[in-house]
């Protein structure tokens, strides 16, 4: 896989421009997530050896921030709020409504890549309680029963 091969190249690049920095971990993580689109074991593994820490400590650090994936995202990624806001107003039902139509649970890519379930924190859209986002796109006043017709526009 020449790709592949591409990937762990810069990858290597990056670990070898950061190493010896301090606090060179993240910056390492986040171009490794930006390379790789998330954060996988085998890629963890090639930069605790880069910088010589151990997989436990980059582990950590990659599952701290929300930022890192360790799993492979959807081409579109669903975000239900579930502050309080629009917890109030229903959005634990637009989330298990989501779950249900797509088969997965919450955190969780569909099997053909295509969709990523989070439940997300304030979304700053108090106002259109409850509120989801699907990649940049925000949809409010939502109902369970609206779920389907949203998620059509995607596939």
């Known amino acids: 896989m020449p790709e592949l091969r591409e990937k762990y190249l810069a990858?290597?690049?990056?670990?070898?421009r950061h190493k010896g920095e301090p606090g060179a971990l993240m910056p390492v993580?986040?171009?490794a997530q930006n390379i790789f689109g998330y954060v996988p074991q085998?890629?963890?593994?090639?930069?605790a050896?880069?910088?010589?820490?151990?997989?436990?400590?980059?582990?950590?650090?990659?599952?701290?921030?929300?930022?890192?994936?360790?799993?492979p995202k959807g081409q579109y990624v669903i975000g239900v709020c579930l502050g309080t806001a629009c917890y109030v107003k229903g959005s634990q039902k637009v989330l298990d409504k989501l779950s249900e139509e797509l088969r997965i649970p919450?955190?969780?890519t569909t099997p053909d890549g295509v969709f990523t379930l989070n439940a997300t924190r304030c979304l700053g859209a108090c106002g259109l309680a409850p509120v989801?986002?699907?990649?940049?796109?925000?949809?409010?006043?939502?109902?369970?029963?609206?779920?389907?017709?949203?998620?059509?526009?995607?596939r």
């Open 11 to 16: 990858l290597d690049a990056a670990i070898q």
């Open 49 to 71: 050896d880069g910088l010589g820490v151990t997989l436990a400590e980059v582990y950590g650090v990659a599952t701290f921030y929300a930022q890192f994936s360790l799993e």
């Open 132 to 154: 989801m986002m699907v990649n940049d796109e925000v949809y409010g006043r939502l109902t369970p029963d609206e779920v389907p017709g949203i998620l059509s526009k995607y």
């Open 106 to 108: 919450v955190g969780k």
């Open 42 to 47: 085998e890629v963890q593994q090639r930069i």
């Open 29 to 31: 993580l986040q171009e």
